[in-house]
């Protein structure tokens, strides 16, 4: 065997340099595509120029047929034999992919293909082309490898992946699709058809009510349409499916799509819960006998309630704000006077500071309109506040009035005896301090007991009342007047200069109560005896005072009544 014989006669001389022949070698150089002919008797014959481009295939010297038939690892021998003894017998095309071994021991790939003839002895005989194939193959084994790989890693994925070529034809899936999608292993095949695999799901319901074929044929005419989508659904078993799909796009045009199913009922049911937890604390919030905020670790507003805005006087284009946070309402309240006078940015710095503490705060802030609000700061565990804000406008009154009820008669609104004994304690802890001196008037109603028996309780009232305002009118605002019961009054006379001062609005007072009074058409005449105490030459604490005050008191009714006396030295 040996290479194939040169033509015959004058003609074929003539053809070996012919400017054809010469195209058609480089043609098969730079194709890489040689030719070869095979009878049963001479074997495998290579052309000069293939049996060149064979040995530079092989990083070898030119090689004959038998060199080819050799350079083919086996068992490729035996079977590339097969292949054109079975091809010579029956007349059949010869194509085939041949596996051969270089010089260097890495192996190069041929695609052979031939077909039968006659040859000059009448006798049968094969001729075809080899093309070098081993960059093609190289790249194929380097991209199952790659897929490979990608199987490798699409398999442990826990999202199921499917991957469907133009045709809708399957031609990648993974393990998890089997029990994500219910489908039996049976149907799962390459290239099985997508509208049989979404048969399974829509006879089972999970595409909703209808008629299954129609719902396949929907479904696969959205397919066609390679759009990106994102869908939820609820498959057989009560689970929810995210299902994803991308278009593949390869030489600029569509060429199939990728499709995730991800199990997401864990996350949908977490997210049910945060929705329900949220609508409590939206009925909450929303149902709160009060206002209430709630800013987030970032200090930016997360929830309030319709009472919020309202309580506070805060209008709608600030809290129809998308992004608002603590500093734009405590800078709204700081410019319109909020917080009291001050510069406004020193102010919001101060409370943004305290806020960024997150501690729990209580306290009492009363507004420029003199509404009164109990605030109550509460910190959450991860990050940001709760605050409630209670109208105690009204409790302040109320407590007012018991407080004030409390500590002043109830007839006249004087102080009564409680609360003068905390003025007259005040006084003596200011004369310890500073050296001033007080005295201390006490009173009693001369001929009052006549006018309650005469003219009844309610004439008594209002003697009282009148008697009261006289005993004011005739001190000073500072000073402090008091009923202690029935018929008795105290005065406390701040900062006297000496005894004589106290003398002076004594008689001042005598003189007052004895003038005649009307009492709603009825005149009637009183009096008063006074007995004056002196700090700290009639005692130094407030029983002795009082003490020394009350003596001197009936002294002056001893005397007479409707005069004074001075309390005798040391009680």
Known sequence: MGQAPAPRGRRAKACEDCPEKRQLELIQRLSRTGYWEYDPEAGVALSPPSADL???ILGADAADGEALLQAIQAPEPRRFQEVLDQALAGRLSVQIELRLGCRDGSPAYLAVRGEPERGDG????LVGSFQDITREKRIESDREAVI?????????LPLGVTAFDEELRLIFWNEPIYDILGLPRQAVYRYARFEDLIR???E???YG???PERLVRERAALARRFEAHRLERTNRDGRTLLVEGFPIRAAGRIAGFVTTYTDITERKRREEEIARQHDILRTIIDNFPGAISLFDADLRMAACNEQFKTLLDLPDSLMDRPDLNFEDLIRFNARRGEYGPGAVEEQVAAIIARARDFQPHHLERARPNGTVLEVRGTPLPGGGFVTTYTDITERKRAEERVRHMALHDNLTGLPNRLSFND???LAIERAAAHGQRFALLFLDLDGFKKVNDSLGHDAGDRLLV???AELKAAVRETDVVARLGGDEFVVLLHDIESAATATEIAADVVGRLSAPFDLGGAEVRIGTSVGIALHPEHGACRESLLKAADQAMYAAKAAGRGTWRVAAPGG
Do not use: C, F, I, W
């Open 54 to 56: 064979l040995a530079s």
């Open 122 to 125: 009448g006798g049968p005989r």
């Open 148 to 156: 490979g790989q990608l199987h490798a890693l699409l398999a442990s």
């Open 200 to 202: 399974y799901p829509a």
């Open 204 to 206: 089972r319901g999970e």
């Open 209 to 211: 009510p209808g008629d």
């Open 423 to 425: 003025h007259v304690e």
């Open 466 to 468: 009148t008697v009261a």
